[in-house]
C-alpha cells in the first residue's frame, strides 16, 4: 500500500553484532529525484530571470555582436574606434590574442550598452499614457505625439519576442496624485449623494486635511514611492485582505464558470484529469516564461507579477493577520471526493502524467470505499469560518503529528481538486439551474472546498467544472486568463473519445493517490463544527442570481457609439435607481497593471453627470434628443473616470495609503475616517476575457465562459460581475444577502434587463 512510504528512509540500530542500518531505496530515489527536479526548475529560473533582465538583447544578438568585433579584429578592421589600443596596454603584451580578447571585451561593452539605452528608452516611453485618452475609432484623428509614440514602439515587438517577464524591469512605478487632485475627483463624486448642507460640511473637511495633515502623509507616500516597486500593493493586500478576521468564504473568494454552450464529457475522471493537465500546461509556460505578456491594444504590456501565485499557493491563518505561503514547486495535488481527502501524485519519474494516466488516478479516488474518519468530511469548514477560530485551532491541533503531515500535504499541493456528489446544468428556459451553479461555485456546502487555496477546481458529477479562487494573491483577470485557457484547451483541442474518456493509452501506471490521515479529538470536532454553523449561515443569506441576457450585446452597444462597459455601467446605475429609490456609492474595480506589481484602483460610476442622465430617465417630461445628450455625457465622464484610474489617478487608494500613513503615526484624521467608512452598496466587476491567443471568439463564439462572480459587499447592497461574452450575450452574477429587507437579486436582475432595453429603446435599435 501507498501509505507504506510514511516508513522512515533511513534508519540504524546498535545491536550485539554491530551497527545495523537499513535504507528505504525506494524513497531515497524520491528525495533524489525531487532535489534533480529542484535544482532544474532553479536553473530555469534563473534562465528565465536572465533573459528578462536583459530583453531586448538576446544569447543570439550577443554571439553575433562579439563574431562581428572579433572577426572584424581578426581582418584587420578597427570597430572600436581605437578603444582597443588603449586597452591592449594594461594586458602582459600587445598579442593577437590579446586583441582578440580586447575586441571580445569592447563587443560585451557595446552590446551591453545598446540594451541598457534600449531598456531605457522602453521605459521612458511606457510611461506615456496620453493615447489612453485618445478616441479610436473610424474617422477618429490621432494626435503627433500619440502617433509617434507608437511608431516607436513598435521595434520592440516587431522585431523582438517578449516573454511573460520580459517588461518587469522597464514597468514605471505607480505614481502617487496630488492632494488638490484627489480631493477635487473625491468631492465630485461624492456630489450626487449629499444635500447641500452634507456637502458643504464635507467640503470644509477634506479643505482642513489637504491644508493640515494631509500634507505631512503626502510627503510619507512620496518617500515609500522611491523605496518601493509600488506604493499601494503590499499594504492592500494587508490590510485590505490578509488582517480581515471576517470569513473568506462569500465575503472574498470570488468563483468562476465553465463554457455552457460545450459539454465535452459527462465523465467527471475525464473531465477532471484534462482541465488538471492543462493547469499545469499553464503551470509549466508560467516557469519557462512562455507565456505572452498581455498587452493593451496590441502594444502596451501589463505587469505580470501576480501569475508568480497562481499555483502552489495557500493563504495561513493568523491571529492578528494571515499569511501567504508560496512554495517554488509541487508535484501533487490535492483532491477532496465523497468528505474525504486525497494525495494525487502528478509525475512519474520526472515525467507529467497524460490526461489518461491522470483519469486512472481520479478514478481511483472516486471508487474509494474506505470511510470517512472522524472530523474529515467538514475539516475545510475552518477555512471558511472566521479566521481566528482557524488560527487557534491549526495550532492546537495541526502542529503536530499525522495532521500536521496530512495539512502541509493540502496546503503544499499545486492546487485544490473537489468532487462534488451534484450534476452542474444550464437550462436557458430555467434560470435556476445556473443559479446553482454559481452558488456552489461561490461556497458549495460550507465545507466541500479549501477556501484557503490559491484556487479549488470544482468538478460536477456530470464533468461539468469550474473554480473557487481566494483573493489576497491575486486579482481576477489573472485567474481568467488562466481559466481561459484551460477553456480553449480542453474544448477545442480534441481529448476525449467517443466514450467520454480521456485520448490516449497509458505508458506507465501512475502513482497511487495516497489517502490522507487524520487524528481528531473530539474538542477540533467541536471547533470544526463551530466554524461550519458561522459558514452555513453566511451561505444560507446569500442571494445569488446569474442573468444570460441574449436580447442584445456588444454589437448593439457599438451601435449606439458608446463604449459597451459605460453602456452597462449606465444601466446599473439606472436600475439601482429604480430599486432603491436613491444613488449609491458604486465600486467598479479597474486594473493598474500599466505600472509595476499593479492591482486594481475603483471607478466610480455614480457620477453628477450619470445622476442627471437617471434623473431624466425618470422624467417623462425629458425628451429623447435630451436623454441621449445626458448619457452621452455621462458615458463620457465614466470613460474619463476609468482611464484615470487605469493611469494611477484614481482616488480611492491614494486615500487609502494616506489613511494607513495616520494610523501608523497614530494621527486621527475626521475626514479620512469618514472616507474610509462609507458603504459600497453597489459593488461591480466586469469579467475580462481575449486574454489568450488560443481562443478565438469570432470563430468560436460558444466557446466563451460564463464568468464568474462574487459575493455582496455592503450587507444592504449588492454585488454585480458581468462579462460581455458576445456580440448578443452578457451574463450578470447578481449577489446579494437574503437577511436585508431593501434587497432582492431576481428583482435587481428585472431592473437591468429592463435598463438595458430602455437605453436600446433611446436610440430606436
Not at 468560436?700 to 464568468?707: F, K, L
Request: net charge neutral.
Amino acid at each position: 500500500m501507498a501509505e507504506g512510504h510514511q516508513a522512515v528512509a533511513f534508519s540504524f540500530a546498535i545491536t550485539h553484532e554491530g551497527l545495523d542500518v537499513n535504507f528505504d531505496f525506494e524513497v531515497i530515489r524520491l528525495i533524489a529525484r525531487s532535489a534533480v527536479r529542484s535544482w532544474r526548475k532553479r536553473g530555469l529560473r534563473f534562465q528565465t530571470n536572465l533573459k528578462s533582465n536583459f530583453f531586448p538583447g538576446s544569447l543570439r544578438s550577443l554571439v553575433m555582436t562579439e563574431a562581428v568585433f572579433i572577426g572584424a579584429e581578426k581582418s584587420g578592421y578597427d570597430l572600436t574606434c581605437g578603444l582597443t589600443d588603449k586597452l591592449i596596454v594594461h594586458f602582459p603584451k600587445d598579442s593577437v590574442e590579446y586583441r582578440v580578447l580586447c575586441s571580445a571585451i569592447l563587443g560585451l561593452a557595446g552590446w551591453a550598452g545598446v540594451i541598457f539605452s534600449l531598456r531605457q528608452l522602453m521605459g521612458l516611453l511606457l510611461k506615456y499614457h496620453g493615447w489612453m485618452y485618445e478616441e479610436r475609432g473610424a474617422g477618429r484623428q490621432v494626435s503627433l505625439p500619440t502617433r509617434a509614440w507608437f511608431l516607436a514602439m513598435q521595434p520592440f515587438f516587431r522585431l523582438f519576442q517578449p516573454q511573460l517577464y520580459s517588461f518587469q524591469g522597464m514597468l514605471p512605478t505607480l505614481p502617487v496624485p496630488s492632494l488638490s487632485s484627489t480631493r477635487e475627483k473625491y468631492l465630485r463624486s461624492v456630489r450626487p449623494l449629499l444635500d447641500d448642507a452634507q456637502y458643504s460640511r464635507m467640503e470644509k473637511l477634506s479643505l482642513e486635511f489637504v491644508r493640515g495633515i494631509g500634507q505631512k502623509l503626502q510627503r510619507y507616500l512620496y518617500l515609500k514611492r522611491m523605496w518601493s516597486t509600488n506604493y499601494v500593493s503590499d499594504w492592500w493586500e494587508e490590510y485590505v485582505y490578509l488582517r480581515g478576521r471576517s470569513p473568506i468564504m462569500v465575503n472574498s473568494n470570488f468563483y468562476g464558470i465553465d463554457t455552457l454552450f460545450k459539454h465535452p464529457t459527462r465523465n467527471p475522471a475525464a473531465r477532471a484529469a484534462n482541465i488538471i493537465y492543462e493547469a499545469l500546461l499553464f503551470r509549466r509556460a508560467i516557469e519557462r516564461s512562455e507565456l505572452e505578456p498581455i498587452m493593451v491594444q496590441g502594444t502596451v504590456p501589463l505587469c505580470s507579477f501576480q501569475y508568480e501565485r497562481v499555483f502552489n499557493t495557500t493563504r495561513a491563518p493568523g491571529i492578528e493577520t494571515d499569511r501567504i505561503i508560496h512554495l517554488d514547486d509541487s508535484t501533487h495535488i490535492a483532491v477532496y471526493c465523497h468528505g474525504k481527502y486525497f494525495k494525487v501524485p502528478l509525475y512519474y519519474k520526472g515525467r507529467l502524467l497524460r490526461p489518461c494516466e491522470l483519469e486512472i488516478s481520479l478514478q481511483k479516488v472516486l471508487d474509494d470505499v474506505s470511510a470517512i474518519q472522524p472530523g474529515e468530511e467538514k475539516l475545510a469548514a475552518l477555512t471558511a469560518g472566521d479566521r481566528i477560530p482557524w488560527a487557534k485551532c491549526r495550532q492546537e491541533f495541526f502542529s503536530k503529528g499525522l495532521n500536521k503531515v496530512s495539512l502541509s500535504v493540502v496546503e503544499g499541493a499545486a492546487f485544490m481538486v473537489a468532487f462534488d456528489d451534484d450534476d452542474f446544468n444550464f437550462d436557458p428556459d430555467d434560470h435556476t439551474q445556473l443559479d446553482k451553479f454559481g452558488a456552489t461555485l461561490l461556497h458549495g456546502k460550507g465545507y466541500d472546498r479549501w477556501f484557503d487555496k490559491s484556487f479549488t477546481l470544482v468538478i460536477g458529477k456530470n464533468g461539468r467544472v469550474g473554480f473557487n479562487a481566494e483573493h489576497s494573491w491575486a486579482d481576477a483577470a489573472v485567474l481568467a486568463h488562466m481559466w481561459e485557457f484551460v477553456i480553449a484547451e480542453d474544448v477545442l483541442v480534441p481529448r476525449y473519445k467517443e466514450d467520454g474518456h480521456c485520448k490516449g493509452v497509458p505508458e506507465c501506471t501512475p502513482p497511487t493517490p495516497i489517502r490522507l490521515k487524520w487524528e481528531m479529538p473530539e474538542a477540533c470536532i467541536e471547533k470544526i463544527e463551530t466554524s461550519y454553523q458561522v459558514a452555513l449561515a453566511l451561505l444560507n443569506d446569500v442571494d445569488l442570481r446569474l442573468l444570460a441576457h441574449s436580447a442584445f450585446g456588444k454589437g448593439l452597444m457599438k451601435k449606439c457609439r458608446i463604449s459597451p462597459d459605460a453602456y452597462i455601467q449606465m444601466a446599473l446605475q439606472l436600475a439601482y435607481y429604480r430599486d432603491a429609490n436613491r444613488f449609491s456609492l458604486t465600486y467598479e474595480a479597474s486594473m493598474t497593471r500599466l505600472f509595476r506589481e499593479g492591482r486594481t484602483e475603483t471607478v466610480r460610476p455614480c457620477t453628477i453627470e450619470s445622476s442627471q442622465w437617471v434623473k431624466a430617465m425618470m422624467d417623462e417630461s425629458v425628451s429623447k434628443e435630451e436623454r441621449i445628450r445626458l448619457l452621452r455625457l455621462a458615458c463620457g465622464q465614466h470613460q474619463r473616470g476609468y482611464q484615470d484610474a487605469m493611469c494611477g489617478k484614481g482616488i480611492d487608494r491614494h486615500l487609502f495609503c494616506l489613511y494607513v500613513v495616520s494610523k501608523y503615526l497614530e494621527v486621527d484624521s475626521p475626514f479620512l475616517k469618514e472616507v474610509l467608512s462609507e458603504p459600497w452598496r453597489l459593488s461591480t466587476s466586469q469579467t475580462p476575457h481575449g486574454q489568450t491567443s488560443k481562443l478565438d471568439l469570432a470563430k468560436h463564439p460558444d466557446c466563451i465562459s460564463a464568468g464568474g462572480g462574487f459575493g455582496p459587499v455592503a450587507d444592504d447592497g449588492y454585488g454585480v460581475s458581468y462579462i460581455i461574452a458576445g456580440e448578443n450575450l452578457i451574463f450578470f452574477h447578481i449577489s446579494s444577502k437574503r437577511s436585508s429587507p431593501e434587497t432582492d437579486s431576481n428583482r435587481f436582475a428585472q431592473q437591468i434587463t429592463k435598463a438595458l432595453s430602455d437605453i436600446k429603446e433611446l436610440f430606436g435599435l
